[in-house]
Structure formats: structure tokens, C-alpha cells
Nanobody, 123 residues
Framework: QLQLVESGGGLVQPGGSLRLSCAAS????????IGWFRQAPGKEREGVSC????????FHTDSVKGRFTISRDNAKNTVYLQMNSLKPEDTAVYYC????????????????WGQGTQVTVSS
């Protein structure tokens, strides 16, 4: 069974950090680009970060540049999203998703999705 499982979400104060993990089972992530998306209540799902398969090229939406870092550990079949300097507007359910090869901004292009993990930034 092909599956992605996110973990690492939680409640954090503004300015704090969290590291999200996206672990794959049933398939290897080596040949997939992995995107992180988020969806806040009443808002559309938006792309946050993505890392391509072959060269590990990374992309970040403007609102998280300089604060978020995406990385992959193919040996562990896991992709990480390090989130620093968190802001209340980062509050959302975060999802990871896999697509063959390269990153796309359109979430509809992605083949596999995790169940999501809640991130809440609040004092």
C-alpha cells in the first residue's frame, strides 16, 4: 500500500520552530518530487515548498522564504520541512504530496497525499 505519513505538527508560540516529517511507505521517494501544501480554515490549499527528485532543487512560496527549509533523506525515505520564525498566519493543516520527477505548483497534479498534520502558531 502506497502511503505518505506526516508528523511533527503541534502548537508553537510565534517565533518558534517546528520540523515536519513526511515518511513514505510502499514506495521509494527517490524518483518523486515532494511538495508541502497547507490549508487554513476557509482558505484554498496553497503550495508552501517543494523539492525535486533528481537534483534536489528546492522551491518556496514567497511568504516562507528565509524561514522554511525543505530537505530529503532518501536513505530514510523521508522529506522534512524545517519551519523557523513561525507566524500566526502559518497556522494551517500541512500536507505532503508526491509527484513523479519535478515540482508543480498545482496541487491537483500530485499523485499521493498524506493525511495532514495541524500546525498552530499562537501565544
Amino acid at each position: 500500500q502506497l502511503q505518505l505519513v506526516e508528523s511533527g505538527g503541534g502548537l508553537v508560540q510565534p517565533g518558534g520552530s517546528l520540523r515536519l516529517s513526511c515518511a513514505a511507505s510502499g514506495f521509494t521517494l527517490d524518483y518523486y518530487a515532494i511538495g508541502w501544501f497547507r490549508q487554513a480554515p476557509g482558505k484554498e490549499r496553497e503550495g508552501v515548498s517543494c523539492i525535486s527528485s533528481a537534483h534536489g532543487r528546492t522551491f518556496h512560496t514567497d511568504s516562507v522564504k528565509g524561514r522554511f527549509t525543505i530537505s530529503r533523506d532518501n536513505a530514510k525515505n523521508t522529506v522534512y520541512l524545517q519551519m523557523n520564525s513561525l507566524k500566526p498566519e502559518d497556522t494551517a493543516v500541512y500536507y505532503c504530496a508526491a509527484i513523479d520527477g519535478v515540482c508543480y505548483s498545482d496541487y491537483a497534479e500530485y499523485d499521493y497525499w498524506g493525511q495532514g498534520t495541524q500546525v498552530t502558531v499562537s501565544s
